[in-house]
């Protein structure tokens, strides 16, 4: 092969390679497993939902100012539903290691309960919050988390 065509060879390797990286996730309803729909929102996503719905690790993880701003978020969208630690009411306990749905122990599959809701009283949040906020929140009750360590799937994932 010649060299110039092998050069292209090897960009166009490097260019599948990072559109496979770049490509987001699949995020699935908790409860109709059609994909989420994240056309036509009326906001704009930032750096940490990008990188979010391409690794499934919420970036707001362990950073304590946005932990702060998670919790005050909480208390305004969850808390009459879910207690104001989180620790059950008309909702269930989101601070302890039982999930009616297991995979809300990772962070993408929480997510897509948050956005996507659940059955009953547990609405879509799709456009009542920002993606972003959906995050924000995600980091508040992952601090408070009571639990097994070893169930903590979203430390591994
Ligand atoms: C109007 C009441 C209500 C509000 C507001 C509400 N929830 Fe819920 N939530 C529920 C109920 C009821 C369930 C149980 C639904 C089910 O089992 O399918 C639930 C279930 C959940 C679950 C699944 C828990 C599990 O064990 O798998 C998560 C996660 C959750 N809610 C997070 C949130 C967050 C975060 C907010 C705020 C953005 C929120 N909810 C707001 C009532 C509410």
Redesign the pocket.
């Known amino acids: 092969m010649r060299k110039r065509n092998k050069l292209v060879l090897v960009a166009a390797l490097l260019a599948a390679t990072v559109s496979v990286f770049a490509d987001d996730l699949i995020f699935r309803g908790?409860?109709s497993g059609e994909m989420l729909d994240f056309k036509g929102l009326n906001e704009t996503e930032t750096d940490a939902v990008k990188k979010f719905k391409q690794t499934g690790v919420n970036p707001y993880n362990g950073n304590a100012e946005v932990i702060k701003k998670g919790e005050s978020?909480?208390s305004t969208?969850?808390s009459?539903?879910?207690g104001h630690l989180a620790e059950g009411k008309?909702?269930?306990?989101?601070s302890d290691d039982?999930?009616?749905?297991?995979k809300?122990a990772t962070d993408k599959g929480?997510f897509e309960?948050?956005f996507g809701g659940?059955?009953?009283?547990?609405?879509p949040?799709r456009g009542?919050?920002t993606q972003d906020e959906?995050l924000q929140?995600?980091s508040w009750?992952r601090s408070i988390y009571q639990g097994d360590p070893d169930k903590a799937k979203w430390l591994n994932n």
């Open positions: 908790t409860i978020l909480f969208a969850c009459g539903c879910h008309l909702g269930p306990a989101l039982y999930w009616t749905y297991p809300n929480l309960t948050i659940a059955e009953g009283m547990m609405g949040q009542r919050l959906m929140i995600m009750v």
